[in-house]
């Protein structure tokens, strides 16, 4: 049972207060994101190879302030870092969405109709879990080669195994609720049974898992970006701005610890508003907690 | 508790078929495999030849079942680049990767267990909350940057230890902290949970109303149930740790499997690639298998049932 004691009212106020000071912070991200080509002080790309690595808060030649200083090509890294954001957002969400409907999808399907359907899904998701992810991105995008598209691609379809699992447990939980066989008895179609009453009811836990899944879609982009397997390096990304800046981090500490700062402030604080959501939306699941 | 362990024999078969058919089956994702792995400046005769030698020019399913059938007698082909066979390169590497592992999982023990002890029995304290803090931020931070930033302030600030490669025992300490930064905050986390639930159980009460010391509720009573999901989650955690691996040693330029990996990608090495995935993977799987047969003796409930 879900009881108010104190301990647990005292824990709700702390993750409240965390989840706004994580909103805050992630729609910061988002707005410097979506503002970046107005609001950018530079151009992301361009460089200067006199002015290269110079530190935090540089006037260069033309009298334009560096806030965060330039990187190995004398780029201003404020600006890639609004650029990289965007990288960061579109991939962690876009991904979601394509891993979040094809789970969805096949853990109703496996949840609902059991039998060698739920077989078969459940086999597919113990093969895929038997690797460790990184290593199923990687050797796909070993032989794909870079690229934005790619990416999103492989993190999405590979992302279903979560949701799915998620999904099978919450319909074999909900599928002998009073009101799914209510539906049965009145001789609804399946599919109706499916979206209109089973759906709605496990909504929620998909909603708190996919809000972790960005997180950790955020981090698996930025590691192959890292890795030279993300995005093209034309494109400024926060993986690949720090895997260029670590031959340097001999001569100046900004280019590296920037663009990581972006990625821990960012998933930390969609960690932040998972927790709270979880708190939220579905009390059941934080009860270990 | 014989039909269990069987299916999960079983099953542990049909999912390593599994990881060789989509290792396998990854080579033809650009269309051609041969194309994946020449370099640009090869004259159409040299890639038409390739493809004979690979057998990239026979149906995909003889080629399969060649892949398999070598496979299974542990011939997992030649290094394009390196002209020796991919199994051999591996294992040279594999003492290295296993290391690191092992002494990142070792560090997660010894810390996490504790933190989470601590904290559970400390609970609201400053303590607790300086533990949670640090957990949150260990579960977000990308093990890449942190490897960066240990090199930053430990190498090359401070001076104390080397920034890459393998050697003593200072060579160890920042490519460990790196891997281990994750299955730390995590375990910590679990095994504070763990403890909070067993310390509301009836026996933990018995214990106390006897008169024990809190000391010896804790680790004779409260521990040894609270220990089983966690050392059940550290098992589980090695097979992912091998994986971590690849991203750790490439920081640290560590001479290990995952390293031999990336540089295989850059040389567009896909048969050692291929081969690199199947033996992690693989590993990983058995390591799962291991750790929930471990399980079967640890718990009678699944022994009987």
Known sequence: MWSWTRASVWRSVRRARLAVAGGIVLSVVVLMGATAPVLAPQDPAEQSILERLKPPGFRD??????????????????????????????VGITAVCIGGTLGLALGLVSGYYGGWVDDVIMRLADIQLAFPSILLYIAVLAVLGPGLFKVIAILGVTGWVTYGRVARGQVLSVREQEYVQAGRAIGARETRIILRHVLPNIFSAIIVVGSFAVASNIIAEASLSFLGLGVPPSVP??????????????DAWWPVTFPGLAIMLTVLSINAL???LRDYLDPRLSLQD | MWRYIARRLLQTFIVLWGVSFIAFGVMFLAGDPATAMVGEDWTREQIAEFRHVMGFDQPWYVQYGRFLSRAVRGDFGVSLRQ??????LIFERMPATLQLAACAMLLSIVIAIPAGVISATRRHSWLDHGASLAAMLGQSMPAFWLG???ILIFGVGLRWTPVAGRGGLAHLILPAITLAAYPIARNARMMRSSILEVLGQAYVTTARAKGLREFLVITRHAMRNALIPVVTLIGLEFGALLGGAVITESIFAWPGVGRLTIQAIYGR???????????LAGIFVVINLLVDLFYVVLDPRIRLA
Do not use: F
Request: zero cysteines; proline letters at 3%.
């Open chain 1, 61 to 90: 030649s033309l009298g334009r302030r560096h806030y965060l200083g330039t990187d190995q090509l004398g780029r201003d890294i404020l600006s890639r870092l609004m650029y990289g954001a965007r990288v960061s957002l579109v």
């Open chain 1, 237 to 250: 990304a926060w993986g690949s701005m720090l895997a260029e800046a670590r031959d340097y981090v001999r």
């Open chain 1, 274 to 276: 998972g927790d709270w």
């Open chain 2, 83 to 88: 002209r020796q066979p991919n199994l051999t």
């Open chain 2, 148 to 150: 960066i930033m240990l």
């Open chain 2, 269 to 279: 090495d896909i048969p050692l690639v291929q081969a690199a995935v199947i033996v």
